[in-house]
């Protein structure tokens, strides 16, 4: 499988059945969806149990905030209010569970590549093990029920992250996207509805969670995604044959590795002409992992975050190119 799938998510959202939806709960209400669904996690007896750390939003600084969104830890809806909800994060981030969002649980797994069957499998085990121990609103005919009707039935929302520079440069994502509305799917930016394409990163996740089982919706992804990736594939052997192309890649290295300077917006364009360049054979002493770890290092807050310093726009634009330059710098040697 080629390294353009970066990553897989699965996403499961579910209600509590005594308890309004956080919409209409007060504050009494929320602190005991809290406490309900940290015990399920704590007492549970599970080895999963004590991975987890638990984050009261409230706590956090703007900053850690809009950092856990950049890693794609949590929405950008459930930082815009943080009383009442709190996050349960395991220690290697590939596990998190937002309470009170939209949905009383939204539990989320991420894991590297494509991974569907493993993400789901693992989702499907958590949920369980929360199931065991809350009682989840469902009904017969419409399944588990959610604050939004669009989540009805299986409450799952499985996506993929993909790295596609050579369909977006042919501007066929356009009508890719059209196509695949007509399948239960849909393609945006990377941080999902509302945001725009970044880097030649695209989020493609189903649609459809009513009358469909979750491992028919997992099938009908990783079917289309395979299908998106060797269309992906076909367009780099054209696209990456043209010297300018080869030039672009070769400049782009160069600027990221001495630039002193760099926006956010320039260093992901740069940063995805490097990994075309990785995975068309071009560029042999980075790895995409390499890539894929910078793009998120260089996000606005995460930089911040990892400095410990609260940093003016110039600044972070400095200090991204630092950061930037000395990881590069390091698989050179």
């Known amino acids: 499988m080629s390294n353009t799938v970066i990553s897989t998510r699965v996403r499961l959202a579910r209600n509590l059945k005594d308890y309004p939806f956080p919409c209409k709960l007060g504050e009494q209400g929320r602190e005991q969806i809290i406490n309900s669904v940290r015990k399920a996690i704590t007492e549970s007896h599970s080895a999963i149990a004590d991975d987890f750390d638990f984050i009261r939003m409230s706590e956090l600084d703007p900053r850690q905030s809009v950092s856990l969104v950049e890693k794609r830890l949590c929405s950008p809806e459930f930082i815009s209010e943080t009383q009442g909800r709190a996050l349960l994060l395991s220690k290697d981030e590939s596990l998190s569970i937002m309470i009170n969002e939209e949905d009383h649980i939204r539990l989320q797994v991420i894991k590297r590549g494509l991974a569907l069957d493993e993400a789901y499998d693992t989702a499907d085990k958590l949920d369980t093990l929360l199931d065991e121990n809350l009682s989840f609103a469902y009904d017969e005919k419409l399944g588990y029920l959610t604050q939004c009707p669009t989540n009805l039935g299986t409450g ?12 977006e440069k042919s501007r ?12 239960g799917l ?66 782009s290295l160069g600027i990221l590795r001495y630039a002193k300077v760099m926006e956010h917006e320039e260093a992901l364009k740069l940063l995805s002409n490097v990994r075309l360049g990785v995975e068309s054979g071009q560029i042999t002493d980075i790895t995409c992992e390499q890539i ?42």
């Not at 356009?174 to 399948?183: D, E, F, M, Q, V």
């Not at 990783?222 to 400049?251: F, H, M, P, Y």
């Not at 003016?312 to 390091?330: C, G, T, V, Y």
């Open 156 to 167: 799952m929302r499985a996506s993929v992250m993909l790295h596609l520079p050579a369909l």
């Open 186 to 251: 849909t393609i945006r930016g990377a941080h999902g509805e509302g945001t725009e394409p970044q880097g030649a990163l695209y989020q493609l996740s189903n649609q459809v969670t009513l009358g469909i089982s979750e491992k028919a919706a997992v099938e009908n992804l990783k079917n289309i995604t395979l299908q998106l990736v060797a269309q992906e594939e076909q367009a780099r052997e054209r696209l990456c044959g043209s010297i300018e192309v080869q030039d672009t890649i070769s400049r």
């Open 292 to 333: 894929d770890s910078l793009m998120t290092a260089v996000e606005p807050a995460t930089l911040s975050v990892t400095l410990q310093k609260n940093l003016s726009p110039h600044e972070r634009d400095i200090e991204r190119a630092k950061l930037i330059q000395n990881k590069l710098k390091i698989s050179q040697q």
């Open 172 to 183: 066929a994502i356009s009508r890719i996207a059209g196509n695949l509305s007509k399948l």
